[in-house]
């Protein structure tokens, strides 16, 4: 699987979009971008994954580069609750190994 | 509530103890996942099951001993722990292979205190 980089950590202001980067520039064609987040002490949760195209949930956007080495998680209204350890990573659909990186620590600040 | 369910959700036990923790999941997935993540550090993966088969043990050492008599059920036995074995270990489940999607759900963890 590919290598992912992510800032070890970041800040960000209630209500304000929190927009957390990860690189993935060694990333192969049939390879997905995940991401995680894990609140203090919970289990990881999952927030949403692509391929290639922007995608939108009720939680998060991905956006992902045109050439896949690089994508952003966004969160757009940052709430206290968003303050978590959020990972990327990238994987084979379907695949069975799931491993995770550092992550990034994003404190969301009244 | 994620659908995958970890009990105890608390345990503390000395070195000498014998315990177990249990996983459960109503997903219909067919794989199951050990992880252990002591403090301040990210995330091991320990075990994998797929279909009940064993496909992944990341030189846990055998004092950690898995069990998965179903895809919906995975038990991590527990004997002869150290201090250092002290962590949240977390179960999760996933849909894997052609089909599947990756996204993994996660209990709540069990967090073990050795003494």
């Known amino acids: 699987d590919a290598k992912t980089t992510q800032p070890p950590s970041m800040d960000c202001a209630e209500g304000r979009a929190a927009n957390l980067p990860c690189n993935h520039s060694t990333i192969s064609g049939n390879e997905y971008v995940y991401w995680y987040r894990q609140i203090h002490s919970q289990g990881p949760q999952y927030i949403i994954h692509g391929l290639k195209n922007n995608e939108t949930n009720e939680m998060a956007s991905l956006i992902i580069t045109e050439d896949r080495k690089s994508s952003t998680l966004i969160l757009p209204h940052a709430t206290l609750r968003d303050t978590a350890v959020y990972y990327c990573?990238?994987?084979?659909?379907?695949?069975?190994?799931?491993?995770f990186g550092q992550g990034t620590r994003l404190t969301i600040n009244p | 509530e994620t659908g995958v369910t970890q009990t105890p959700r608390h345990l503390v036990m000395g070195m000498t103890n014998k315990k177990s923790l249990k996983c459960e999941q109503h997903?219909?997935?067919?794989?199951m996942y050990w992880y252990k993540q002591s403090a301040k550090k990210p995330l091991e993966l320990m075990f994998v099951?797929?279909?009940?088969?064993?496909?992944e043990n990341n030189s846990v050492p055998s004092r950690f001993s898995p069990e998965c008599p179903n895809s919906s059920h995975l038990f991590l036995h527990l004997h002869t722990l150290q201090p250092e074995d002290s962590a949240l270990y977390l179960c999760a489940s996933s849909q894997t292979g052609k089909l599947g999607n990756t996204e993994a759900f996660f209990g709540q963890g069990t967090r073990l205190t050795v003494v």
């Open positions: 990573i990238v994987i084979i659909q379907g695949a069975q190994k799931l491993v």
């Open positions: 997903l219909g997935h067919n794989a």
């Open positions: 099951y797929n279909f009940k088969e064993q496909t």
